[in-house]
């Protein structure tokens, strides 16, 4: 973040691909950089690249242990910046394959989650009269992509929160913001991007013949977190090499 005084920002997911992408382009600017996961390794990993970043053991899709992490860390600090929550699911099925409790889950894991860490943030940056929320929804809750219904629907609710939030805490001094990429080189995308002819495929899907990199999700994500983008409110950003909003040119 280019500002001079030393923000806290938290991330939830932060041993994901985006989330650990993100702390640490965090983690060189000077900022202080807190994040959560349920994944003791990939924290671990985190740490052992970055030491500086604290991490906390959470699983974001219990309200109270979300509930209680952020209390402990607005009692260790003081307060809470930003937030980012880098956390979600990649189910791919269509709806009439899709079993009730993989509709569960889908929605748990992506919106509830992402429900829950809205509440427990706003509550305290309601309390400073400023702060930043970021959240992730999917290029496929823009356009129509096969097999993508209960993800899409999940993540589409994402949205319609983010701009009923931006209207509700403008007041207080808050942002809230999504960004929606399309499939993006993660070990969450690990099944798609590891199998040649998956990728291939997902490649041509993209008007620039090519997937998203976590580097370039994270570094639109600290922009919006950032005091740079202090007039940037209720909006949803896509970032999808063209593939919700144009139709490349036929190779001939």
């Known amino acids: 973040m280019n500002t001079t ?18 702390a640490e382009q965090l983690s060189g600017t000077g900022d ?6 349920r994944n003791a390794q990939g924290l671990e990993a985190l740490r052992a690249r970055h030491p500086e970043i604290e991490t906390h053991i959470c699983d974001a899709t219990d309200p109270e242990a979300l509930s209680t992490c952020f209390e ?16 979600g699911s990649i189910f791919l099925k269509p709806a009439h394959l899709t079993s009730t409790e993989d509709w569960h889950h889908t929605v748990l894991t992506n919106l509830s989650s992402a429900f829950y860490a809205l509440r427990a943030a706003t509550k305290h940056m309601s309390r400073q009269s400023r702060g930043s929320c970021l959240f992730f929804s999917t290029a496929a809750a823009q356009v129509g992509i096969a097999n993508h219904e209960a993800i899409a629907a999940a993540k ?3 949205e319609a929160m983010v701009r009923s939030a931006a209207a509700t805490y403008a007041p207080r001094g808050l942002r809230i913001n999504a960004i929606a990429p399309s499939l993006t080189d ?22 620039l013949g090519d997937i998203a990199r976590p580097d370039d999700i994270a570094s639109l994500a600290e922009w919006l977190l950032s005091d740079n983008a202090r007039f940037v409110t209720g909006q949803v950003f896509t970032i999808d ?5 144009i139709v490349p040119k036929p190779k001939m």
């Open 72 to 87: 402990q860390i607005i009692a260790t600090h003081g307060q809470i910046d930003a937030y980012a929550h880098a956390i």
């Open 241 to 245: 090499g063209g593939i919700s909003t």
């Open 5 to 22: 005084e030393q923000k806290t920002v938290v991330i939830g997911g932060i041993s994901g691909g985006i989330g650990s992408s993100l």
């Open 32 to 37: 202080r950089v807190i994040g959560f996961a």
């Open 186 to 207: 993660t070990p969450l995308a690990g099944p798609m991007t590891s199998n040649p002819k998956m990728l291939e495929i997902s490649k041509r899907m993209h008007p």
């Open 156 to 158: 589409g609710g994402i």
